[in-house]
């Protein structure tokens, strides 16, 4: 989405999708970020796509998620690629293996890319998740000198820049 005025003098680039709840009259919602998504393998995972599954897959394992971050994990000498997740969770779900099933099956239904690329694991294996310890991301964003209203966790990356830092630091306790 780009804001601009009528006169077209100056212009700022958002970043945000957006998706038409109205066209009569027109109405907008926020669906995702542009920089946010996983396409390493042509899956073309949106934020909104991982919202509806988590909403899932804590509905169905009664957790809470508080943040979260995902990235792709590269395929190296004949394995499959995969998806890693670092969830922190405000409830714990009963059962992680029902919450990743849910939550991938979730994402197989509702992104035919990425169920192609999971079909039979040929391509991606199930998603590999992590559970971060308490204000691991709070830690993380003060670190980066990145606290703040105008700075937000960054959710999906295509690469790992964000990821592995996250998993070290969770690592160190």
Not at 138 to 154: C, F, H, I
Request: net charge neutral; aromatic share 10%; glycine share 6%.
């Amino acid at each position: 989405m780009v804001i601009t005025t009528n006169g077209g003098l100056w212009r700022y680039l958002i970043g945000d999708t957006v998706q038409f709840t109205s066209l009569d009259p027109f109405r907008i919602k926020i669906s995702g970020r542009t920089k946010h998504y996983i396409n390493a393998f042509g899956e073309e995972l949106m934020i909104d796509n991982v919202e509806t599954a988590l909403a899932k897959a804590c509905h169905a394992t009664n957790a809470l998620v508080k943040d979260y971050t995902g990235a792709p994990v590269y395929m190296k000498e004949g394995e499959s690629g995969s998806h890693e997740w670092l969830f922190e969770f405000s409830r714990v779900p009963d059962d992680m293996a029902t919450f990743t099933q849910v939550f991938d099956d979730t994402l197989k239904a509702i992104n035919s890319d990425y169920e192609a690329k999971r079909y039979n694991d040929m391509t991606l294996k199930r998603p590999l998740i992590h559970i971060a310890r308490e204000n691991l991301f709070y830690d993380w964003m003060a670190q980066r000198g990145k606290l703040g209203g105008q700075n937000k966790v960054p959710r999906l990356c295509n690469e790992r820049e964000f990821i592995d830092p996250l998993l070290k630091l969770n690592a160190k306790g």
